[in-house]
């Protein structure tokens, strides 16, 4: 079940938010098909913009941090969603290794890594901290106010095809990182244990590009679904790389057609905006600056990495105390369990600065089922709805990229 939570954005539901909840039988069920035959990511974020006309993902973060972010309220959502996660994966599971970031962990992180592990223990698991860092030797104490007791992080040893710490062999293994510096051999070839979430959802092999080429295919049927126009679920979206002058001209040549395209749905209908682009690393990982461009001429080479997503910019209208903000959207397995809005300073609504300030999404009192023609309180059911679509592009993306699936294809062939 989608949680009921306040959201922030005052005034009427657009006509695509009164859609949704009018097709809502029919969306459920799509859905339920969709699982049926696909593996949703063990959990994700994404990032959703309501620009009023249009409400999209803007990204969908397979490795997610942030989750103390989440209102209290919203926890047993997440147990629950937990469990049936670990029911399906393997049912027999009793311990669970959580792999964070190499490096210390930011006081954030650590609580984000506490919130995760209070999570899975209440879901039934025994649960440790692994590091891959080659520079950890011996066990380290992690120490946050939230947490009762110091939380031991240990180095993660291997024994023929299975990760174990000194005293703990886990039957899972959750990883909090991105594998932004590539797949360390220890994580290779592993049986009997289950990798969640795969090696190729880590920046090594993932690219935004393909999820969002995934992300416009599931919108387009979707959109086919629900009698929409897939446009207003899913921003336009090209790559391309910066590595020489002429690749440099053929990314100006994409933006230039990337804008005309957005410029006449935008006439079509009647909305009255300039529209931009966002240009981000295709490859990830985190802190990569985004770029704002509204010209093709401003696109500095100098600036980005060698493989570029372009994007369209969807500016959201979302605000918390008059202050900009944009939503994220938490879910385990395929349950929506919560979110938090990410507020900015200014007027940054194409939201590539920094966040100043996070607010949780709490879920409503009186819990109330979404309907059309309610108040604005069902707008997060729509938010879930989007968050839910990337899901599914995400395991569509997830597969293409499995190497065990490549394998049977070219068998096939």
């Known amino acids: 079940m989608v949680p009921h939570l306040i959201t922030a954005l005052a005034g009427p539901l657009s006509e695509l938010e009164e859609r949704i909840l009018e097709a809502a039988p029919v969306i459920e069920r799509w859905f339920r098909q969709e699982w049926m035959e696909h593996t949703p990511p063990i959990y994700a974020a994404a990032r959703v913009h309501n620009a009023g006309f249009k409400l999209a993902t803007l990204d969908l973060d397979l490795f997610p941090r942030g989750w103390h972010l989440l209102a209290e309220s919203t926890m047993p959502l997440a147990v629950l969603a937990a469990q049936a996660a670990i029911e399906k994966i393997c049912p027999e599971a009793r311990r669970l290794l959580i792999v964070p970031e190499n490096g210390a962990p930011a006081d954030a992180d650590l609580a984000s890594l506490h919130r995760l592990q209070q999570i899975f223990r209440m879901a039934g698991l025994e649960v440790r901290f692994g590091s891959l860092d080659p520079a950890l030797n011996a066990t380290t104490q992690l120490a946050h106010p939230d947490a009762s007791a110091p939380m031991p992080l240990e180095p993660i040893q291997r024994h023929k095809t299975r990760l174990h710490t000194q005293d703990f062999e886990p039957c ?42 995934f992300y416009m295919d599931a919108a387009k049927r979707f959109g086919k679904l629900i009698g929409v126009d897939p446009w207003l679920l899913a921003p336009f979206a090209d790559a391309g790389s910066t590595d020489s002058p002429q690749a440099i001209a053929a990314l100006r040549e994409r933006a230039n057609a990337l804008l005309a395209r957005i410029r006449r749905k935008y006439r079509s209908y009647g909305i009255q905006e300039q529209p931009c682009l966002l240009l ?113 592009a995400a395991s569509y993306e997830l597969e293409a990229t499995d190497p065990e699936w490549l394998s049977l294809q070219d068998e096939e062939e």
């Open 280 to 392: 981000a690393s295709d490859a990830g990982p985190r802190g990569v600056p985004v770029q704002i461009i509204r010209d093709p001429r401003e696109i500095d080479p100098t600036t980005l990495p060698a493989e570029v997503l372009l994007q369209e910019g969807v500016p959201t209208r979302e605000r918390v105390d008059a202050a900009v903000a944009e939503s994220w959207v938490y879910s385990i397995d395929r349950y929506i369990v919560g979110g938090y809005y990410c507020v900015h300073d200014g007027d940054a609504s194409e939201m590539c600065d920094a966040c100043s300030s996070f607010v949780p999404q709490a879920i409503a009192e009186p819990p109330q089922l979404p309907r059309a023609g309610a108040p604005d309180h069902n707008r997060f059911y729509m938010y879930g709805v989007i968050a839910r679509l990337a899901l599914v």
């Open 172 to 213: 899972s293994v959750l990883l909090c990182n991105a594998l932004g510096a590539g797949v360390p051999g220890i994580l290779e070839d592993l049986f009997g244990q289950h990798l969640l979430p795969p090696l190729q959802a880590g920046w090594s092999t993932r690219r935004r590009s393909r999820h969002r080429s």
